[in-house]
């Protein structure tokens, strides 16, 4: 059974930095892709950034570009995401997702594996 965990949110100061993390078990991960995504209260989810488990090729949204840095560590079976520079339209709910497939997806309906959720509050 795959497990997505989401840890790393938080309140912080428009200018911050903050690291989120995602514990991916149940299986292994190689041919898959990772993703985080994000929802904003009102708002439809949006894709952020996205990694391939093999390989490590990183791509991002436009949103994030420059700011965020995508990452995973094959021995801990985590995928990370650095968020520096924050601003308060970064606040959302962050998600951690998985699909199976080496293709680099931007659409929530393609990933099969979602994460519960954590919290990024980002005051002015």
């Known amino acids: 059974q795959v497990q997505l965990v989401e840890s790393g949110g938080g309140l912080v100061q428009a200018g911050g930095s903050l690291r989120l993390s995602c514990a991916a078990s149940?299986?292994?991960?190689?041919?898959?892709?990772m993703g985080w995504f994000r929802q904003a209260p009102g708002k439809e989810r949006e894709f952020v950034a996205g990694?391939?488990?093999?390989?490590?090729?990183?791509y991002y949204a436009d949103s994030g570009k420059g700011r965020f840095t995508i990452s995973r560590d094959n021995a801990k079976n985590t995928v990370y995401l650095q968020m520096n520079s924050l601003k308060p339209e970064d606040t959302a709910v962050y998600y951690c997702?998985?699909?199976?497939?080496?293709?680099?997806?931007?659409?929530?309906?393609?990933?099969?594996?979602w994460g519960q959720g954590t919290q990024v509050t980002v005051s002015s």
């Open positions: 997702a998985a699909a199976g497939s080496i293709r680099l997806l931007t659409t929530a309906t393609k990933y099969d594996y």
């Open positions: 990694i391939r488990w093999s390989g490590g090729s990183t």
């Open positions: 149940g299986r292994t991960f190689s041919g898959f892709t």
